[in-house]
């Protein structure tokens, strides 16, 4: 059947019209509602509860954890209104979220993949009559190029506890409370996960965490430490008196050697066991990030260097490695792992700072983590005695002892007071000392580095030192060529330079007093003249963490950029960004970077900086003011938020738009896009855009 023109017509235009949309809507504002929040209530007996708080995601979208680092992006966070009703117990229990390193914000960021996340808050219930626990939760959303502030109210309906015994019935609130806490104390051990996942999992423990590969690493790290521990002088020169002891013993010769390996294992293992149980995951977090372990460890540190370095010597009581030398007569399997105990006792002069080295580092939060760290050790301590009794024919081609063996020491104890300072630098960030700015810390590193290429030289020696050929390996001629490479690589960032490759190991380029690359990104043309920025007056919240990257300077505040604006005829860049906006820094770190696009920046815009994530920040007295909600905005954040969502229609970030000194718009916004070019197009004409206007009015 043919149809008619007219009707193919019609056809054609609802065919384009759908086009039309399919191509239109991609660049239209909208708001972002990547979460979809439920809400549930568990009772698990009479006087608990669980509250379950489910965000389902949309596709290709992921939530952040509550634990995730300060200086990383911003995480959920569940607040409750307080009431005398019912008490929280601990904290809301998560599932486990994948942890990976930023390069942006230089930490271990972690969020959910998961499309379902359920958030559980266990409570006490300390009324006897129905009641509403109420709260809200807030947090940030992210997926390829764009983040979004996603949260809402909440409210739980609770049936109260009854009474627990006879006589102890009342109506009195105070006294039900007293008992549902009495309660508490012996039921809460005996909630089992099936009835809503009772235990509460700490932030950083490694049920929680998940850190798979960083425990890859971390094994890696200390296995490495171990492999160097046989190469100090308390240690190598045991190997051919152990290896030979073996070989005399015939056929059981090789059973034993195993039997000897394996020991050594288990000692350390056991040791790690111990610290766990010592250094749990909660007196984990203290020790990390307080001052005063901080500062012991640094401490410490400094004193294993000085006995690498052969001042002073770490060693065991006499009476202990006695008593276990001993106890090698006895022969046998005992006897063996006496042996292997011997060897942990007597070497321990040696091996003390290596393996301090390794249990201050597990001793961050994770339970498991110390044991890791002494099986990776003990491992690769242990290898060398076995593999020499199964083939004694290697040790021909072992190189004898001598001078290099305390070279090796000496080495190590230049690590070691390098580490030491990475200890002190967290409570001088932590606390703000003032204590190791960047180039100090910069500094000391030069200055330690250089000192270890000069030993490997010959021209620095130390109490235990021999006479040794200056030069004479190969291996010491790269150890050399590497130390003073490192040593040249680090001079550059005395004068800012990023340094990159060990930025984590630094303290933050804020603390840097004198950087070269921000004084000449202030100088307009290279001259003298301070770099201003568009300033009509001071802006608002100047002295807060508000700020803006690469030396650029601007307001804070959307309405004193307007007048800005009008004052001095440039249009307004507006930026929406947060704190914890991933895809922000990423944006500036490598499209505002560019020479071209800061340039600019700088000459061409009125900027603003509207950070919709910022929690902290009170606007004046004056400023405040109530929203269509009805509810009085007092923060700058909550402020923020609002003006992108109703003057823009869109709630993510990065988000960038160009305005007249009006508010209105001059072209179409811009969002996460790492083309440097259309970027400077963009800028180009929201510039050609105001001019124009600027003619006709």
Request: proline share 5%; net charge positive; aromatic share 14%.
């Amino acid at each position: 059947m043919s149809r008619s023109p007219k009707m193919l017509s019609k056809a054609g235009a609802v065919i384009l019209f759908l086009a039309f949309l399919a191509v239109i809507k991609p660049l239209t504002a909208q708001i972002l509602e990547p979460a979809k929040w439920s809400f549930k209530t568990n009772r698990i007996n009479d006087s608990i509860a669980e509250l379950h708080i489910t965000a389902t995601m949309e596709p290709a979208w992921h939530l952040y954890s509550q634990f995730t680092p300060e200086g990383g992006p911003l995480s959920t966070v569940i607040t409750f209104e307080p009431s005398k009703n019912y008490k929280l117990i601990g904290k809301a229990v998560e599932p486990k979220p994948v942890t990976e390193r930023d390069e942006y914000f230089n930490v271990d960021v972690k969020y959910f993949k998961e499309k379902v996340v359920t958030f559980k808050q266990k409570v006490l219930i300390r009324s006897q009559k129905p009641f509403e626990v109420k709260g809200n939760i807030d947090g940030q959303a992210c997926n390829e190029g764009t983040c979004v502030q996603v949260g809402t109210d909440f409210s739980f309906s609770l049936d109260g506890a009854k009474t627990v015994k006879a006589g102890l019935e009342t109506t009195n609130d105070t006294a039900s409370a007293n008992v549902a806490d009495t309660v508490a104390k012996t039921s809460l051990t005996a909630v089992s996960d099936t009835a809503g996942s009772a235990a509460t999992v700490e932030p950083n423990s490694d049920e929680f965490t998940g850190k798979n590969k960083s425990l890859w690493w971390f094994f890696l790290q200390a296995f490495v430490w171990g492999l160097l521990a046989i190469l100090t002088p308390c240690v190598f020169p045991m190997i051919p008196m152990t290896v030979s002891y073996f070989m005399k013993s015939g056929s059981k010769g090789k059973v034993q050697a195993i039997i000897y390996g394996l020991s050594i294992i288990a000692i350390y293992v056991i040791f790690g066991v111990l610290i766990s149980v010592l250094f749990g995951a909660d007196f984990g977090n203290w020790l990390s990030t307080h001052w005063i372990p901080n500062v012991l460890f640094f401490l410490i540190f400094v004193i294993f260097a000085a006995s690498f370095f052969g001042y002073f010597e770490i060693t065991m009581p006499n009476w202990l490695v006695n008593k276990s030398v001993q106890s090698e007569e006895k022969g046998g399997v005992m006897g063996t792992i006496f042996m292997a105990l011997t060897l942990v006792l007597v070497s321990f002069s040696c091996t003390g700072p290596i393996v301090g080295t390794v249990v201050v580092q597990a001793v961050g939060g994770q339970v498991i983590k110390p044991v890791i760290g002494m099986l990776g050790f003990s491992l690769a301590f242990a290898i060398p005695f076995t593999l020499f009794a199964f083939f004694p024919q290697w040790l021909n081609k072992m190189p004898k002892s001598g001078g290099w063996l305390n070279s090796v020491k000496v080495v190590l104890g230049f690590v070691e007071l390098a580490f030491a300072l990475k200890f002190l630098n967290v409570p001088d960030q932590t606390y703000h000392w003032g204590i190791l700015d960047r180039e100090v810390y910069l500094g000391f590193w030069i200055v330690i580095f250089t000192m270890m290429g000069f030993y490997l030289l010959g021209k620095i020696k130390f109490p235990h030192d021999s006479e040794y050929p200056v030069v004479k390996s190969f291996p010491r001629l790269m150890l050399i060529i590497v130390t003073f490479t490192f040593v040249i690589y680090l001079i550059p960032g005395l004068w800012g330079a990023p340094l990159k490759g060990i930025s984590g190991w630094l303290p933050p380029m804020e603390t840097q007093d004198f950087d070269v690359t921000r004084i000449v990104r202030e100088n307009k043309g290279g001259g003298t003249a301070e770099y201003k920025g568009n300033i009509a007056e001071t802006p608002k919240y100047l002295n807060t963490n508000l700020k803006f990257e690469h030396g650029l300077k601007g307001y804070f505040d959307y309405d004193q950029a307007l007048k800005a604006s009008a004052a001095l005829k440039k249009p307004v860049f507006v930026d929406f960004t947060g704190h914890g906006c991933t895809n922000c820094r990423e944006m500036e770190a490598r499209v505002w970077s560019d020479a071209g696009v800061l340039q600019r920046l700088r000459e061409n815009f009125v900027l603003v900086a509207l950070y919709v994530d910022d929690k902290v920040i009170e606007m004046p007295k004056e400023d405040w003011y109530t929203n269509k909600q009805g509810k009085e905005v007092k923060l700058l954040g909550k402020k923020n938020t609002e003006i992108q969502r109703e003057k823009f229609g869109t709630n993510s970030q990065p988000y960038y738009v160009i305005l007249d000194e009006k508010g209105n718009m001059l072209v179409s916004p811009r969002a996460y896009n790492l083309d440097i070019e259309e970027f400077k197009k963009f800028l180009d004409s929201g510039v050609e855009a105001y001019q124009k206007k600027a003619v006709q009015q």
